[in-house]
């Protein structure tokens, strides 16, 4: 069974400090992954995904992530957090055996940056 | 653009009562997911729909839940006779056929549900 982990409930950095939110994943061959951010009273917003090639992935808002098949993570990143990236993060991935392709999300990760 | 829109945002019902939840694509997206977040736990996938046929239903709980969508627009979930545990946040998520399975879905705000 596929199945996601976001081992950190929550990530607390200052502003301007690097943020990393950490994702691994157990699916049977490759999936896509994906991040999606959600802000307070707000719906989930795509950030980027990893369907192929370049394993650094570039998304909206300045973050990243490296998708890294030996250690099965896609780690996101972003070098230097702002107050305003306060929000909760999910990681999820997309069997792509599954012809129809839901999502398996993580349980998610509380980022708290402090001015 | 209009996105993906959930109504109500909040719903608080006791024990027993029926609740509708509605999703409304965004305009001209086959598909249509309904998930599920569990107090502090992961989203959990219920349904699919491409345009009006239910596509993949194996994540709804049990047969208290139903699903429709007339004429492949909006969506409604209907949870009767809801239970304690039916409570979370029902997210309703859109996408456009391009790339496959690898298709960004684009989420609603979320209906909180609460059953007292």
């Known amino acids: 069974a596929q199945s996601v982990a976001q081992p950190e409930d929550q990530v607390n950095v200052a502003e301007g400090n690097p943020l990393t939110v950490k994702c691994t994943y157990s699916?049977?061959?490759?999936?896509?992954l994906f991040w999606y951010v959600q802000y307070p009273n707000r719906g989930l917003q795509f950030l980027l995904k990893?369907?192929?090639?370049?394993?650094l992935v570039k998304g909206s808002y300045g973050f990243e992530a490296e998708f890294n098949k030996s250690q099965t993570s896609f780690h996101l990143k972003k070098p230097s957090a702002l107050v305003s990236d306060s929000a909760l993060y999910f990681c999820?991935?997309?069997?792509?055996?599954?012809?129809?392709?839901?999502?398996?999300f993580g349980a998610g990760t509380q980022v708290v940056v402090t001015p | 653009e209009a996105g993906v829109t959930q109504f109500p945002s909040h719903s608080v019902i006791e024990k027993g009562q029926t609740v509708t939840l509605r999703c409304d694509p965004i305009?001209?997206?086959?598909?249509l997911y309904w998930y599920r977040r569990v107090m502090g736990k992961e989203i959990k996938f219920l349904l699919h729909?491409?345009?009006?046929?239910?596509?993949?239903e194996s994540g709804m709980p049990n047969n208290r839940f139903l699903a429709e969508r007339t004429g492949g627009t909006y969506s409604t979930l209907k949870v009767q006779p809801a239970e304690l545990e039916d409570s979370g946040v029902y997210f309703c998520?859109?996408?456009?056929?391009?790339?496959?399975?690898?298709?960004?879905?684009?989420f609603g705000p979320g209906t909180r549900l609460t059953v007292l």
């Open positions: 998520a859109s996408s456009q056929p391009g790339q496959g399975i690898a298709d960004t879905q684009y």
């Open positions: 305009s001209g997206h086959d598909n």
């Open positions: 990893y369907i192929t090639g370049d394993n």
């Open positions: 699916v049977s061959g490759n999936p896509y």
């Open positions: 729909f491409v345009k009006e046929s239910k596509q993949d």
């Open positions: 999820a991935v997309r069997d792509r055996t599954d012809s129809w392709g839901k999502f398996q």
